[in-house]
């Protein structure tokens, strides 16, 4: 059974910096994708970043250069949040499944309950 628990997610003023953690249980598939989504209120659900098989990365555009995600050997993954602007307010949601796809056309097959994260101005 697959299991993926966020954490870290908090308050932070902008121009402030934080890092998610996911702890991923039951993902013993090879080849694998693990990434981040998130959900700002009244907002659409938005791919965040992906990382494939620990090694392969990318981003949505208004994250890029400001957020990085690694993966280390136990699937656990993590986001690394700079630059924090009040536009990246949402929950964040771990995800994961066998194969990436395009953060737009990611329809992944297991979803962590989330972590708040707001940036204040």
């Known amino acids: 059974q697959v299991r993926l628990v966020e954490s870290g997610g908090g308050s932070v003023q902008a121009g402030g910096s934080l890092r998610l953690s996911c702890a991923a249980s039951?993902?013993?598939?090879?080849?694998?994708?693990m990434g981040w989504f998130r959900q700002a209120p009244g907002k659409e659900r938005e791919g965040v970043a992906q990382?494939?098989?620990?090694?392969?990365t990318s981003y949505a555009d208004a994250v890029k250069g400001r957020f990085v995600i690694s993966e280390d050997n136990a699937k656990n993954t993590y986001l690394e949040m700079n630059s924090l602007k009040p536009e990246d307010t949402a929950m964040y949601y771990c995800?994961?499944?066998?194969?990436?796809?395009?953060?737009?056309?990611?329809?992944?097959?297991?979803w962590g309950r989330g972590t708040q994260v707001t940036v204040s101005s």
């Open positions: 039951g993902v013993h598939w090879k080849p694998s994708c």
């Open positions: 995800v994961s499944s066998p194969l990436c796809a395009s953060l737009g056309n990611w329809h992944p097959n297991y």
């Open positions: 990382i494939a098989d620990a090694r392969e």
